[in-house]
């Protein structure tokens, strides 16, 4: 089982829409949380990240539950451009090891 | 500003020969990281390196070895290619610290054949 698990999707939805991707991670020493934006064919890059307490970015918002071990992203008015994949990352503290879930693929249509 | 620069950005491999990935970072960055990336398995950590002099086995290391050759560059090195490692690969480097975000180059695709 991997430390970090998320639905592949993809998630088909019309712009405009409101989707959620879930994604959980199994070691309770992680201390870190975020949310990465993979185009087809290029590097990961950064999305947000993840507070404990929730936090906001324009039209996406991260939310943690420590006590369930489970991060989510909540995209509302979907874009075009939000097509792509969503990769969920928790990090340990100490020596700061980044571990990625497999990602969930986003196709947002006219 | 370059970031973290990669090369090659291609290769095709027979099996059997050997290749080093080079990587290296301008944002003194202490941590780097080698990924691999296939199809369904999401990114998958080779090796990392904490801060230089230091380097540690990921989650795949088998079949690779790595060399933090100063704090800006980290290589990567197949000895002796399998079709099994054909892949895409990545490098990233991240300040160390648990609440900062990785930063990762724009991938070699390697084939081995």
């Known amino acids: 089982r991997k430390e970090v698990e998320q639905d592949p999707g993809p998630f088909n939805v019309p712009e405009g829409a409101t989707v959620a991707f879930n994604c959980t991670y199994s070691?309770?020493?992680?201390?870190?949380f975020f949310w990465y934006r993979q185009d087809c064919r290029k590097e990961p890059k950064l999305l947000m990240s993840?507070?404990?307490s929730g936090n906001e970015d324009g039209r996406f918002t991260a939310q943690l539950n420590r006590a369930s071990q489970y991060i989510s992203l909540l995209i509302r008015d979907s874009k075009l451009s939000d097509s792509a994949t969503y990769l969920c990352v928790a990090a340990r503290g100490g020596s700061y090891i980044p571990t990625f879930g497999r990602g969930t693929s986003l196709i947002v249509h006219p | 500003n370059a970031g973290v620069t990669q090369t090659p950005k291609f290769q095709v491999l027979k099996t059997g020969q050997s290749m080093t990935l080079q990587c290296a970072q301008d944002m003194n960055h202490n941590s780097m990281y080698w990924y691999r990336q296939d199809p369904g398995m999401g990114l998958r950590l080779i090796y990392y390196?904490?801060?230089?002099?230091?380097?540690d086995k990921g989650e795949v290391p088998n079949g690779y070895n790595v060399s933090r050759l100063n704090k800006r560059e980290f290589s990567l090195r197949l000895e002796s290619a399998a079709p099994s490692q054909t892949s895409v690969y990545f490098c990233?480097?991240?300040?160390?610290?648990?609440?900062?975000?990785?930063?990762f180059g724009q991938g070699t695709r390697l084939t081995v054949v």
């Open positions: 990233a480097s991240s300040e160390g610290s648990s609440l900062t975000e990785a930063f």
């Open positions: 070691n309770s020493a992680s201390q870190s």
């Open positions: 993840v507070y404990s």
């Open positions: 390196s904490a801060s230089e002099g230091t380097t």
